[in-house]
């Protein structure tokens, strides 16, 4: 069964920082990877879907990247509502989230 | 308006069943798979059944199957979850959520519309 890390688990920066959030795979899920961002008592939204392709409406700030077994989230400058938490998911299998990465106001 | 609403969460003692439903509006349902995504408050989100647009191809995670059914109607625009046996380990809060694409997988999901979810609470 395919494991999800996501590192860090939580992190703390400022407005106009830029984020860099990490999701590893135990074993290659070849591009089948997306990303999520929840806010607190919201549903998940959809950011970033097969590695690199933004979902509709996600502005060009969010970039995903990434193959294989490690996969990589930047949000180039953080704006006020992008803190949140955020879940990568692979699809290469059954659908299944890693633990999510905290991004906080430092 | 594009967008799923669940209904039929609620508190269940252990053992009993419960089934939810969600409704879809101002897209093509019977294009799209459909799938329940499952999260314990405070938690991290858990894939808990899907099923393709002619309900051709269904999948259960490991931890709800046998006991769970999933279905759909797509005349009505509408899925449900048949749950069974429940334990306390199924409280969470229940979200019906849309696949992005109309492909004929279920496992292959990217989740992109999302209801507001309905809470489901085992306890004796």
């Known amino acids: 069964e395919i494991v999800l890390t996501q590192s860090p688990a939580t992190l703390s920066l400022s407005p106009g920082e830029r984020a860099t959030l990490s999701c590893t795979a135990s074993q290659s899920v070849r591009d089948f990877l997306a990303w999520y961002q929840q806010k607190p008592g919201q549903a998940p939204r959809l950011l970033i879907y097969d590695v690199s392709n933004r979902a509709t409406g996600i502005p060009a700030r969010f970039t995903g990247s990434g193959s294989g077994t490690d996969f990589t989230l930047t949000i180039s400058s953080l704006e006020p509502e992008d803190f949140a938490v955020y879940y990568c998911?692979?699809?290469?299998?059954?659908?299944?989230f890693g633990p999510g990465t905290k991004v906080e106001i430092k | 308006e594009v967008q799923l609403r669940e209904s039929g969460g609620g508190l269940v003692q252990p053992g009993r069943s419960l089934r939810l439903s969600c409704t879809a509006s101002g897209f093509a349902f019977d294009d799209f798979a459909m799938h329940w995504v499952r999260q314990v408050p405070g938690k991290g989100l858990e894939w808990v059944s899907g099923a393709t647009w002619n309900s051709g191809k269904i999948g259960y995670a490991g931890s709800v199957k046998g006991r769970f059914t999933i279905s759909r109607d797509n005349a009505k625009k509408s899925l449900h979850l048949q749950m069974n046996s429940l334990t306390t380990e199924d409280t969470a809060l229940y979200y019906c959520v849309k696949d992005l694409f109309s492909g004929n997988s279920v496992g292959e999901a990217v989740f992109d519309l999302w209801g507001q979810g309905t809470m489901v609470t085992v306890s004796s």
């Open positions: 998911q692979q699809r290469i299998n059954w659908p299944l």
